[in-house]
């Protein structure tokens, strides 16, 4: 079976450090994957997407980027944070199909102080 | 720029109560998938619907396409508190695999014993 793995679970880190979330997919192959940013009980926006490896799509100009090492591994990076970067970050794959449905990680809580 | 409107934002009913939630879009999508989340969790699909004006009923939850595949509602009929959460919608846009998948602002769903 599918399983994916976010990590950390909550990051408070200082503005203008660096940040590196992970997140790796296991039982599938060759899956999109997407980095989502949520605000407190509001919707996902996306942030990042990628069909494949070394290749990301990015959805907002922000302080953010994302890479694609490996197949089923997914990161999203800063150099240096801001506090606007603070928020709920959810990392996500599905299939290749237009029908299949996305998977979620558990989620980042990032505070930025 | 794809844009999922969903409404209402919040919503507070009465345990027994019928809600409809909308979303919409002026884009035409693949397909549109519904999905319920709960406090630092991540979204968990409920339906995806594919056809337009395509039907789908889950318990006491009804999910209609719109026939130009440009909007949908989920229906819901006698609430009960145990469907009190976070409901969003979330649309695949382009033939092929794009890899784009676009959530709405999301609904608060808030049912009262």
């Known amino acids: 079976s599918q399983t994916i793995h976010q990590w950390p679970a909550t990051l408070v880190q200082p503005v203008g450090s660096p940040l590196s979330l992970e997140c790796t997919v296991e039982g599938t192959s060759n899956p999109n994957l997407y980095w989502y940013r949520q605000a407190a009980g509001r919707g996902l926006q996306l942030l990042f997407y990628s069909v494949g490896i070394g290749q990301i799509s990015s959805e907002v100009p922000q302080n953010l980027s994302a890479s694609r090492p490996q197949d089923r591994q997914f990161i999203l990076s800063s150099k240096k944070l801001l506090l606007s970067d603070s928020g709920f970050y959810l990392c996500a794959w599905s299939g290749t199909g237009l029908n299949t449905e996305a998977f979620f990680g558990q989620g980042t809580r990032l505070t930025v102080v | 720029t794809q844009l999922l409107e969903q409404s209402p934002q919040f919503l507070s009913i009465q345990e027994g109560e019928n809600l409809t939630v909308y979303c919409n879009s002026s884009s035409v999508f693949s397909s549109l998938q519904w999905y319920r989340q709960e406090p630092g969790e991540g979204p968990v699909l409920l339906v995806t619907?594919?056809?337009?004006?395509e039907v789908k009923k889950l318990k006491r939850l009804t999910f209609q396409f719109g026939d130009a595949r440009k909007d949908s509602s989920l229906h819901i009929t006698a609430a009960q508190p145990g469907d009190t959460g976070l409901y969003l919608c979330?649309?695949?846009f382009g033939s092929g695999n794009t890899g784009k998948l676009i959530f709405g602002q999301g609904t608060t769903l808030q049912v009262k014993p």
């Open positions: 979330a649309g695949a």
């Open positions: 619907v594919v056809t337009g004006g």
